[in-house]
Protein backbone atom coordinates (compact mmCIF):
# COMPACT_ATOMS: atom_id res chain seq x y z
CA UNK A 1 0.00 0.00 0.00
CA UNK A 2 2.47 2.19 0.72
CA UNK A 3 4.53 1.52 -2.05
CA UNK A 4 1.89 1.79 -4.55
CA UNK A 5 1.18 5.75 -2.99
CA UNK A 6 4.52 6.37 -3.40
CA UNK A 7 4.47 5.40 -6.64
CA UNK A 8 1.40 7.58 -7.33
CA UNK A 9 2.89 10.62 -5.76
CA UNK A 10 5.74 9.68 -8.25
CA UNK A 11 3.57 9.65 -11.41
CA UNK A 12 1.83 12.60 -10.69
CA UNK A 13 4.64 14.52 -10.13
CA UNK A 14 6.19 13.37 -13.47
CA UNK A 15 2.82 13.97 -15.58
CA UNK A 16 3.00 17.81 -13.81
CA UNK A 17 6.40 18.08 -15.08
CA UNK A 18 5.62 16.94 -18.34
CA UNK A 19 2.87 19.00 -18.83
CA UNK A 20 4.72 22.01 -17.75
CA UNK A 21 7.80 21.26 -20.46
CA UNK A 22 4.92 21.10 -22.74
CA UNK A 23 3.07 24.06 -22.26
CA UNK A 24 6.24 26.41 -22.39
CA UNK A 25 7.35 24.55 -25.39
CA UNK A 26 4.43 25.28 -27.26
CA UNK A 27 4.39 28.93 -25.80
CA UNK A 28 8.14 29.64 -26.96
CA UNK A 29 7.58 27.88 -30.75
CA UNK A 30 3.84 29.76 -30.94
CA UNK A 31 6.51 33.29 -30.42
CA UNK A 32 8.92 31.97 -32.40
CA UNK A 33 8.63 33.13 -36.09
CA UNK A 34 7.83 36.52 -34.91
CA UNK A 35 11.06 36.98 -34.06
CA UNK A 36 12.60 35.22 -36.85
CA UNK A 37 14.80 37.78 -39.57
CA UNK A 38 15.19 35.31 -42.22
CA UNK A 39 11.39 34.46 -42.80
CA UNK A 40 10.74 32.27 -46.00
CA UNK A 41 8.09 32.20 -48.62
CA UNK A 42 6.73 29.55 -50.79
CA UNK A 43 6.02 29.21 -54.19
CA UNK A 44 5.57 27.04 -57.53
CA UNK A 45 6.62 27.40 -60.48
CA UNK A 46 3.56 28.04 -63.07
CA UNK A 47 5.51 28.24 -66.39
CA UNK A 48 5.16 25.51 -68.70
CA UNK A 49 8.34 25.48 -70.42
CA UNK A 50 10.18 25.87 -67.13
CA UNK A 51 11.97 29.38 -65.60
CA UNK A 52 15.12 30.96 -65.73
CA UNK A 53 16.57 32.17 -62.40
CA UNK A 54 19.15 35.69 -62.80
CA UNK A 55 21.36 37.61 -60.71
CA UNK A 56 19.60 40.89 -60.97
CA UNK A 57 15.67 41.55 -61.06
CA UNK A 58 15.75 41.90 -65.21
CA UNK A 59 15.35 39.81 -67.92
CA UNK A 60 18.94 41.43 -69.28
CA UNK A 61 20.82 39.89 -66.29
CA UNK A 62 23.01 37.31 -66.18
CA UNK A 63 21.30 33.37 -66.09
CA UNK A 64 22.22 31.76 -63.09
CA UNK A 65 20.27 28.33 -63.50
CA UNK A 66 16.62 27.26 -64.08
CA UNK A 67 13.85 25.90 -62.01
CA UNK A 68 11.45 23.33 -64.13
CA UNK A 69 7.50 23.31 -64.04
CA UNK A 70 5.55 22.60 -60.79
CA UNK A 71 8.85 22.98 -58.79
CA UNK A 72 8.47 24.54 -55.26
CA UNK A 73 10.81 27.37 -54.23
CA UNK A 74 11.40 29.75 -51.31
CA UNK A 75 11.27 32.88 -51.61
CA UNK A 76 13.19 35.44 -49.07
CA UNK A 77 11.11 38.91 -50.18
CA UNK A 78 10.09 40.88 -53.69
CA UNK A 79 11.03 43.93 -55.21
CA UNK A 80 9.90 45.88 -58.34
CA UNK A 81 12.00 45.35 -61.40
CA UNK A 82 11.45 45.09 -65.28
CA UNK A 83 7.59 44.23 -66.28
CA UNK A 84 7.20 41.07 -67.84
CA UNK A 85 3.75 39.85 -69.08
CA UNK A 86 2.26 42.70 -66.91
CA UNK A 87 4.04 42.04 -63.65
CA UNK A 88 6.55 44.41 -62.43
CA UNK A 89 7.61 41.58 -59.26
CA UNK A 90 10.64 39.79 -58.70
CA UNK A 91 11.46 37.20 -55.96
CA UNK A 92 14.72 36.76 -54.26
CA UNK A 93 15.16 32.83 -54.27
CA UNK A 94 16.71 31.07 -51.59
CA UNK A 95 17.04 27.85 -53.55
CA UNK A 96 20.34 27.03 -52.76
CA UNK A 97 21.64 29.90 -53.98
CA UNK A 98 20.59 34.00 -53.47
CA UNK A 99 18.94 34.39 -57.33
CA UNK A 100 15.84 36.39 -58.69
CA UNK A 101 13.29 35.44 -60.87
CA UNK A 102 10.04 37.14 -61.96
CA UNK A 103 7.00 36.72 -59.80
CA UNK A 104 4.80 36.15 -62.79
CA UNK A 105 6.12 32.62 -62.85
CA UNK A 106 5.53 31.37 -59.64
CA UNK A 107 2.51 30.84 -57.10
CA UNK A 108 2.33 31.82 -53.68
CA UNK A 109 1.84 28.95 -51.50
CA UNK A 110 0.38 31.32 -48.52
CA UNK A 111 1.01 34.32 -47.78
CA UNK A 112 2.95 37.02 -50.28
CA UNK A 113 6.45 37.62 -49.73
CA UNK A 114 7.32 40.65 -47.76
CA UNK A 115 9.06 43.63 -49.76
CA UNK A 116 13.17 43.36 -49.21
CA UNK A 117 15.11 46.64 -47.66
Known amino acids: MLLQST ?4 ATVTAAGALA ?3 AAGTASAAAPSSWHHHLYKGQVIAKTG ?3 RN ?3 RN ?7 AFGQIVWIKC ?10 PRWYK ?4 CWAWSSARYIENIGEAPRWCH
Open 21 to 23: TVA
Open 61 to 67: AKVVGSL
Open 7 to 10: LRKI
Open 78 to 87: KVNGETVDGN
Open 93 to 96: LANG
Open 51 to 53: LLI
Open 56 to 58: APN
